[in-house]
């Protein structure tokens, strides 16, 4: 478990929260304090949150946090075996797209967001691997409101790292890491305040 105390702002040079098989960057701040609280009301309120639909084994099961999906055109994406529609960029998403492409040098077309309304909710062992993502490409992943245990897992060797991802937060996830690692966001009943949630990817626009 890494002690976030340790890195607060954001980092000159990001730590690199894997060893091998892929590279997990926690940027620490990158969005101020007042600021992210700006942000977690904005998101709150202006985003299309919607209960997420997934196919399990033929039968539509819905989750209990609340998911979104936003993007340059109205690209469908696939995962969880449901095509989904993506929306336009609203203004308070274009914003933080920028602050992301110069923080990390990537650039993104797509958003995934998320909402967790407290630690009851949460997400199972994944990797990003849908089709129509770009393989190999950077996942940015901002967070805003309550600071939650996020958890990496090796495929093979079962080796598990763990990190708080703070209010205001950048993490990436990149080169080889769906590949050899999943990631998951644990339920914990310590935790009673929503989490906001915003995963920004490349969709590969010749799929
Ligand atoms: O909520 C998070 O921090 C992670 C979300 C996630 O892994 C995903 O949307 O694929
Ligand atoms: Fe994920």
Known sequence: MYNMDLFSDLEDSPINIINYDGVVEYHGLLIPFEEANDYFDALLNTIQWKHDQANILGEVI???R???WYANESFNYTY???TKVAL???PELLALKKRV???TGHQFNSCLLNLYSNGEEGMAWH???ETDLQKNGAIASLSFGAERKFSFKHKV???TTSLFLQHGSLLVMKGETQTHWLHRL???KKVTTARINLTFRTIDQNY
């Open 62 to 64: 819905v989750t209990k």
């Open 66 to 68: 609340k998911v979104a």
């Open 80 to 82: 969880s075996n449901m």
């Open 88 to 90: 336009p960029w609203t």
């Open 101 to 103: 492409e110069e923080a």
């Open 127 to 129: 990797h990003d691997g």
């Open 157 to 159: 060797s079962q080796e």
């Open 186 to 188: 644990p339920p914990t």
